[in-house]
């Protein structure tokens, strides 16, 4: 149980254009997920938290404009890369906390490799 | 600190235990998890330990805590080749997960 599934795995973009992650929770609901971005060699860096029915709370030094997140369903967050550029190349990484949950794990995706050229 | 802390890397020989350490920042952590994250892929939750216990044993896992000093370590024993991976541990902080910096464990033959 508690499998969550990240759609592309990879995805090379032009610069300019956007791009659309998609992260599902298989097996369970989960009204909470969250996005982090991963530099190589390098720990994850919580993007933003994502709460199904209302707005994303987006941490300190994130555009919200530009990493666009949507929780339509207890299953279903995505995250849009708007107007791409090449810094934005990086390992995108989601994760589902479980609404019947014992404690604050999270459930991650397998990632997301963009690569903005 | 600020930060959770760990060592970067740590090398052992396939059958010695590995012990990774972890300090973390917040005592009001209620939940310690230790996740692993093998090359290009996510994060497995490995086991988490609850903040009012100083101990738990999961088959070769064995976390022990210690809230004095805010130290959390994952031991593993009789480590294999498939157990070479990049270690994190997180606190919890505000129903956020705040991880370390991750152990590169390197399991030789």
């Known amino acids: 149980g508690a499998v969550v599934s990240q759609h592309p795995s990879r995805v090379i973009c032009k610069s300019g254009t956007s791009v659309k992650i998609e992260c599902r929770s298989l097996?369970?609901?989960?009204?909470?997920m969250f996005w982090y971005r991963q530099f190589p060699k390098q720990s994850l860096m919580l993007m933003a938290t994502?709460?199904?029915?209302?707005?994303?709370?987006?941490e300190q030094g994130v555009e919200k404009d530009k990493f666009l997140i949507n929780h339509a369903s207890l299953t279903l967050s995505t995250l849009t890369v708007t107007s791409a550029h090449p810094e934005d190349s990086s390992f995108y990484i989601c994760?589902?906390?479980?609404?019947?949950?014992?404690?604050?794990?999270?459930?991650f995706g397998p990632g997301t490799r963009l690569t903005v050229t | 600190g600020e930060d959770v802390e760990q060592s970067l890397f740590l090398s052992v020989r396939e059958g010695d235990s590995s012990v990774i350490n972890c300090t973390y920042t917040?005592?009001?952590?209620?939940?310690l998890y230790w996740y692993k994250q093998e090359p290009g892929a996510g994060l497995q939750l490995l086991t988490y330990?609850?903040?009012?216990?100083d101990m738990k044993q999961d088959q070769r896992l064995t976390v022990l805590l210690n809230k004095k000093d805010k130290h959390l370590s994952l031991r593993i024993a009789d480590t294999q080749t498939g157990d070479s991976a990049i270690y994190f541990c997180?606190?919890?902080?505000?129903?956020?997960?705040?991880f370390g910096q991750g152990t590169e464990l390197s399991v030789k033959p």
């Open positions: 994760s589902a906390h479980p609404d019947r949950g014992s404690g604050w794990e999270q459930y």
């Open positions: 997180a606190e919890t902080q505000g129903g956020k997960l705040i």
């Open positions: 994502s709460n199904e029915g209302s707005k994303a709370t987006y």
């Open positions: 097996d369970f609901q989960a009204t909470t």
């Open positions: 330990i609850f903040s009012n216990m």
């Open positions: 917040d005592s009001s952590s209620t939940y």
